[in-house]
């Protein structure tokens, strides 16, 4: 059997997606799994052990002169897609372009949302119903999932690379021997207080050894360049420095994270990572890392969610109210029970 997965984007939700892979090929062990996905994403996207990747260039049409190159890009799929005989085309985005995709893939069945936007739904042989809206992007992958006969799922797949010792090596660090701290999110009210990942990260230091590890594209820089004057060597500033392979290693390898609410929050629980979610002004149940080896910390203020990419009771300038509400202790305390939780759990 031969499937294609649609979700090209954004971060997290391709994250969410990615234990789709290895539940079809689970249930159909000689299935044939593609997957097209926006091109930033596509080395993410070959670690859930997809066949092939169609990739399309989303961010070329930002720019009039590299127009011809985004068309080129996106008819050279489209023309493609017809001629590889999907048996199943699963729509996990949900939009105009992705249904078109759906469309032009000519697959036996294709499978999306009811609720999709942009008239999505109309693409569709089977509409699979859920509220998108109050469900976590998870829990919508695995109602899709039922229409494929794969249902009563014990436990969501988690990725380790086969090769994580080069990525250590190459670093400098040991197995369980650092722990992962993401302080940049595309939101200003997401982001966890700097100082507090800096102290946070000198106490796990002293008390267990373990080194901070900075993770994040080049606009983290500046605010990993901060908490590294803070604190000093207790942590190691990676931001900019990793590819998805790598970030995938780290995180498979790591003895836990501290992050807020982020797409690479989503990729870290997708690698099985450990880890204490601070977050703010978006709702857990719809946001928060998916599984069992996780912790979510929330201040209790009324105002939430409220899904303000500013706070506007704080003072501008300032970390929001909520992510400021939580302190390195509550952190420090929530990483310690997490981690005594998983030991028992091994033990049993």
């Known amino acids: 059997m031969k499937f294609l997965i649609i979700k090209p984007s954004s971060l997290g939700d391709v994250a969410c997606a990615m234990p789709v892979v290895a539940l079809i090929k689970k249930r159909y062990p000689d299935a044939r799994v593609d997957w097209l996905v926006n091109k930033e994403y596509a080395g993410l996207v070959m670690a859930s052990g997809v066949d092939r990747v169609f990739s399309i260039d989303r961010r070329a049409w930002k720019k009039i002169s590299s127009w011809p190159r985004a068309l080129f890009n996106y008819l050279g799929v489209a023309v493609k897609l017809p001629f590889q005989h999907y048996d199943y085309t699963i729509d996990l985005q949900g939009l105009l372009r992705s249904g078109i995709f759906t469309a032009l893939s000519n697959a036996k069945t294709a499978i999306g949302f009811a609720d999709g936007r942009e008239c999505s739904p109309i693409f569709y042989d089977v509409k699979v119903v859920v509220n998108r809206k109050l469900t976590h992007s998870t829990l919508c992958n695995l ?80 605010v990993c360049a901060a908490i590294s004057e803070i604190a000093g060597d207790a942590f190691l500033d990676l931001s900019g420095k990793t590819d998805w392979a790598q970030f995938l290693a780290l995180s498979a390898e790591a003895v836990c994270a501290v992050t807020p609410d982020t797409g690479p929050m989503h990729v870290m629980a997708a690698a099985g990572t450990p880890m204490i979610a601070v977050m703010g002004p978006t709702d857990p149940r719809r946001h928060g890392p998916y599984g069992s080896c996780s912790k979510v910390l929330q201040s209790k203020r009324r105002c939430l969610p409220c899904y303000h990419r500013d706070c506007v009771l704080g003072e501008e300038g300032k970390p929001s109210l909520c992510m400021s509400d939580i302190t390195p202790d509550t952190v420090l305390e929530a990483v310690e029970k997490l981690l005594e939780e998983l030991n028992t759990k091994e033990n049993k």
């Open 143 to 222: 109602a899709v999932l039922k229409e494929l006969g794969i249902e009563n799922v014990e436990e969501w797949p988690s990725f380790v690379p086969k090769d994580t010792a080069a990525t250590l090596e190459k670093f400098g660090l040991e197995k369980k021997g650092y722990f992962i701290a993401v302080p940049v999110t595309r939101w200003k009210s997401k982001n966890w207080v700097p100082e507090f990942i800096a102290e946070t990260g000198m106490k796990l230091k002293e008390k267990h050894g373990w080194r901070g590890v900075l993770l994040g594209g080049d606009d983290a820089k500046g």
